[in-house]
């Protein structure tokens, strides 16, 4: 290859592997501080001050050493940097979501030290590449419009292989490490010119380059439990056995978990639903949104044989991990649909007597299914006398299930919560009708009891039932138009304003 190809290369990888990184940071971030506006914010900020930051750098660097080699030099120290990220990123990404309690300004504080050091080098190729090509003043503005132009085709390839190609397909180690031997192997291409006097940093490329092609490494403790990993265009999932019990994690959020010994349920939350037959007795379709290990819909369908349960689940690959891993499988009265759940909702015209929404776990949660115009869709789809289940990763006390909370009670008549014993989360109930007494609600989850042995029983959960007031102040009722939902989540209780007298 000659140098002007070499040269063209290495200005079209720069902004290739540049754009790769910014995609692919959202998948070292998200297992620890969520998908949420802040980190998407965060990642778009650290990548726009550390572009700014190279331009000026590379700019000075290039007057200092206009040379192919010291262009290289910028290339293999981008190398370095993005290797101590594949082994180190995940590890201090972990560190510092304890640390910072997963906060938006931790999530700041992550990206800054994971992704800016790579990013500042990298950047620093355009400009150091604008000064290596300018021959004549007269056309530097066309010299530089082209180079910049090339790079910017390198950055929109390295976005689409990242979210089509690298995603999909791969592992994050894996795609990391790629990303680690394509930016040795365009360090190597620059310094080609030049390998005697650049010998040391040479051999630094290519040592990372064959180190990467190896494959990526693995830490003590990294694989402690984990049976199997993927990462979907959705989130990563993973696998993991712990004490006895096989736990499905989404981006380290638990969705799913089943016992070893005989492959039972090991959630607790889904064991509240069937108290849903006590605010309507004659159930016949159940529609649930978010799958997770499939656990709910099994659960139900057990004991309620006559039932037929509709799984909605956006990520494909979620039905595939869960048959795999989780001892699911559809059919015998559940069916299983891959969509965004409001978005079925719009297309499916069916009523349900019992709708259960169990996606609002985590730190990121879909805002277009908390909003007063979803539960509308919502209350569409229920059949007449129908109850809508609400699974919520926190009580009452916090903003988020507040916001859901009155949102829920715009809309319907009754909205019932009860927290799920010896975990944080609450469900809610909300149908239109009368509150039941807590003695008539007691009688019909005893009658439940008696014909399906719940364990634990119905009637002591139904006891647990809150008082019918929750304040609800402080908090607004979410809508399409605005629905604070990621704030609301990493608010705490005592950061919300007074409420007015």
Avoid: K
């Avoid at 592992?171 to 031997?181: F, G, K, R, Y």
Wanted: no cysteine; glycine share 10%; hydrophobic share 50%.
């Amino acid at each position: 290859m000659n140098e002007r190809l070499r040269f063209l290369w290495v200005v079209f990888a720069g902004g290739a592997v540049l754009m790769a990184l910014e995609i692919l940071s959202s998948r070292i971030l998200a297992p620890r501080f969520g998908s949420s506006v802040y980190v998407w914010g965060s990642i778009i900020s650290v990548f726009l001050a550390a572009l700014a930051a190279g331009y000026a750098w590379g700019g000075r660097l290039a007057d200092r050493d206009p040379s192919f080699a010291g262009l290289g030099r910028m290339v293999t120290w981008a190398a370095v940097s993005q290797a101590l990220l594949l082994v180190f990123g995940t590890r201090l990404a972990d560190l510092l979501g304890r640390w910072t309690g997963a906060a938006p300004w931790g999530t700041l504080l992550a990206a800054a030290l994971l992704f800016a050091p790579p990013a500042v080098l990298l950047a620093t190729l355009s400009p150091y590449a604008v000064r290596l090509a300018a021959r004549d003043l007269d056309r530097l503005g066309h010299t530089a419009g082209r180079l910049y132009a090339l790079s910017t085709v390198g950055s929109l390839v390295g976005t689409l292989g990242a979210t089509f190609g690298l995603i999909p397909h791969l592992s994050l180690d894996t795609s990391l490490a790629l990303i680690v031997a394509v930016t040795a192997a365009t360090a190597l291409l620059a310094l080609a010119g030049d390998l005697r006097r650049q010998r040391p940093v040479a051999a630094l490329a290519a040592l990372l380059f064959a180190a990467a092609a190896v494959g990526p490494p693995s830490l003590p403790g990294d694989e402690r439990g984990l049976v199997y990993e993927r990462m979907t265009p959705h989130q990563t999932l993973r696998v993991v056995d712990d004490g006895g019990v096989r736990y499905l994690e989404s981006d380290r959020v638990r969705h799913g978990a089943v016992r070893l010994a005989d492959g039972a349920m090991a959630l607790s939350y889904p064991r509240l639903f069937p108290l849903a037959w006590a605010y309507a007795p004659a159930v016949r379709r159940v529609l649930i949104l978010g799958m997770g290990g499939g656990n709910s819909a099994s659960y139900l369908r057990d004991a309620f044989p006559d039932i037929a349960v509709d799984l909605v689940e956006i990520d494909p690959a979620v039905p595939e991990v869960a048959r795999r891993f989780m001892g699911f499988a559809a059919g015998d009265g559940i069916e299983v649909h891959v969509d965004d759940g409001r978005r079925f909702l719009e297309l499916h015209r069916e009523r349900w007597d019992v709708i259960i929404a169990d996606t609002y776990i985590g730190l990121s949660v879909p805002f277009h299914m908390t909003t007063r115009e979803f539960l509308a869709l919502v209350d569409a789809r229920l059949a007449d006398g129908g109850v809508l289940v609400v699974n919520l990763a926190a009580g009452l006390g916090e903003p988020f299930p507040r916001a859901i909370y009155r949102t829920l009670a715009e809309r319907f008549e009754t909205v019932d919560a009860f927290p799920v014993p010896g975990l944080g989360n609450t469900v809610l109930f909300a149908r239109h009708g009368p509150r039941p007494a807590a003695g008539e609600l007691e009688r019909l989850a005893a009658d439940l009891d008696r014909r399906g042995g719940f364990r634990p029983s119905l009637a002591g959960l139904a006891r647990r039932r809150l008082p019918a007031a929750v304040d609800v102040r402080g908090v607004p009722v979410l809508s399409d138009r605005f629905a604070p939902v990621d704030r609301l989540i990493h608010l705490d209780a005592r950061d919300l304003p007074a409420p007015a007298e």
